[in-house]
T-cell receptor
Framework: DAKTTQPNSMESNEEEPVHLPCNHSTISGTDYIHWYRQLPSQGPEYVIHGLTSNVNNRMASLAIAEDRKSSTLILHRATLRDAAVYYCIDDNTDKLIFGTGTRLQVFP | NAGVMQNPRHLVRRRGQEARLRCSPMKGHSHVYWYRQLPEEGLKFMVYLQKENIIDESGMPKERFSAEFPKEGPSILRIQQVVRGDSAAYFC????????????FGPGTRLTVT
């Protein structure tokens, strides 16, 4: 079973920043925090991952709380193509355990 | 660099037939993972393979399902004697190292059992 909790859905307007929260209540010291997203009718897509420090890449930023019990995926300027289900996962094994994710709707 | 390739993209089988799903990992990736997404449900891990070895099959149903990743050629997920409950999207992912982060997923095979 998934170890993380996320809101079921969120909404945003185009070109606005989006902050997607995730709780990692049972995370252990060696678990990485990963974010994936799944666009409609497509396979999941890796977004970003981190361990303790905040991370940035071309897609998004990942903010990790100091106690690592929560993380936030930040999309700096949402576009219509960012509408997807976003999954946060914490694990240190080979397999990804997906929860139900957050369905992000982006309005023009 | 081509991404993970899966074929067929859509597969229709009658109950009792066999389904073979193929996955070609990204170039240079020797780790392959299979996941299943039942209608209106989340993604579930099935099996993790390296070349010629099954590393973790904890998510595989005990019967009718098998997977392989031969030295040459794609990884194959095989479902024997399919039933309606096998209808789902099957996704393959690959990674360059043994790790859960940064797995690259294919577009999936949508299996429909009639």
């Amino acid at each position: 079973d998934a170890k993380t909790t996320q809101p079921n859905s969120m909404e945003s307007n185009e070109e606005e920043p989006v902050h997607l929260p995730c709780n990692h209540s049972t995370i252990s010291g060696t678990d990485y925090i990963h974010w994936y997203r799944q666009l409609p009718s497509q396979g999941p897509e890796y977004v970003i991952h981190g361990l303790t420090s905040n991370v940035n890449n071309r897609m998004a930023s990942l903010a990790i709380a100091e106690d690592r019990k929560s993380s936030t995926l930040i999309l700096h300027r949402a576009t219509l193509r960012d509408a997807a289900v976003y999954y946060c996962i914490d694990d240190n094994t080979d397999k990804l355990i997906f929860g139900t994710g957050t369905r992000l709707q982006v309005f023009p | 660099n081509a991404g993970v390739m899966q074929n067929p993209r859509h597969l229709v089988r009658r109950r009792g037939q066999e389904a073979r799903l193929r996955c070609s990992p990204m170039k240079g990736h020797s780790h392959v993972y299979w996941y299943r997404q039942l209608p209106e449900e989340g993604l579930k891990f099935m099996v993790y393979l390296q070349k010629e070895n099954i590393i973790d099959e904890s998510g595989m149903p005990k019967e009718r399902f098998s997977a392989e990743f031969p030295k040459e050629g794609p990884s194959i997920l095989r479902i024997q004697q399919v039933v309606r409950g096998d209808s789902a999207a099957y996704f393959c992912a690959s990674s360059p190292v043994r790790a859960s982060y940064e797995q690259y997923f294919g577009p999936g095979t949508r299996l429909t059992v009639t």
